[in-house]
């Protein structure tokens, strides 16, 4: 009964790729403010991932919920979603195979956006979806964002000119970019109300026991560690 009534005053809120940087950190904040949590993971096949780093979290054995989903499998997230009231949508993937196509990647990504936002409709009780895009879905252009510029909403980043850099981020922000594109145009079609959250580099300390990728970058800055393969076509000022 106290559960239920619990759950009645907070609600119960889906976090998608909780395991990543941001994921993780973001399933901790709504422990911590009370809530209950349904998480969705890549499992491993071979049941060797080690995901206690999200188990043993304050709050985690009564209210985290671990669910198997894949972007590759949009239907997956169905059941995660099933009953909450807001759902923040992170999961995004990052291990692209340089040999695969453009179409491949744009595929699987927004495939899998589109199946979730599909799932909160069918939910009848999801009244949110936070979804995370990046800056990057704005800022590159031929024309050079300076001091005295300014973006907004009507800002778009031009995907031809990202694949013209041929930058190891590219295939990152153009699928951002396209998944964004979609998402938005499907939140307007069918009434959800999609809020697009546009952050920049995300720091500081990590729950997850990956190094994040964003946290990398900065850290080779500081240590000098240019020469790592990830870091080519990166533009840096000091």
Known sequence: ??????????????VTGGTGYL????????????????????????????????????????RLQIFDADLDRPDSFAPAIGGCVGVFHVAHPLD?????AEEVKVKRTTSGTLGI??????STTVRRV???????????????????????????????????????????VVTKTL??????????????????????????????PRFPDSVYIWMALILGTFSFSKLQGVFLKS
């Open 1 to 14: 009964m106290e559960e239920e009534r619990e759950q009645k005053q907070k609600g119960r809120i889906c």
């Open 23 to 62: 994921g993780s950190w973001t399933v901790k904040r709504l422990l911590e403010d009370g809530y209950y949590v349904n998480t969705t993971v890549r499992m491993d096949p071979e049941g060797k991932r080690d995901i206690s780093y999200l188990t043993n979290l304050p709050g985690a054995s009564e």
């Open 96 to 100: 692209f195979d340089e040999k695969e």
């Open 117 to 122: 936002l599909q799932a909160c409709l069918d």
């Open 130 to 172: 936070v979804y995370t895009s990046t800056v990057g879905t704005i800022l590159f252009n031929d024309k050079a964002v300076g001091s005295d510029s300014t973006v907004d909403e009507d800002s778009w980043t031009d995907v031809d000119f990202v694949r013209r850099l041929e930058s190891f981020r590219g295939a990152y």
């Open 179 to 208: 998944t964004e594109r979609i998402a938005m145009e499907f939140a307007e079609k069918h009434g959800l109300d999609l809020v697009v959250v546009a952050p920049s580099w995300i720091h500081g300390p990590f729950i997850c």
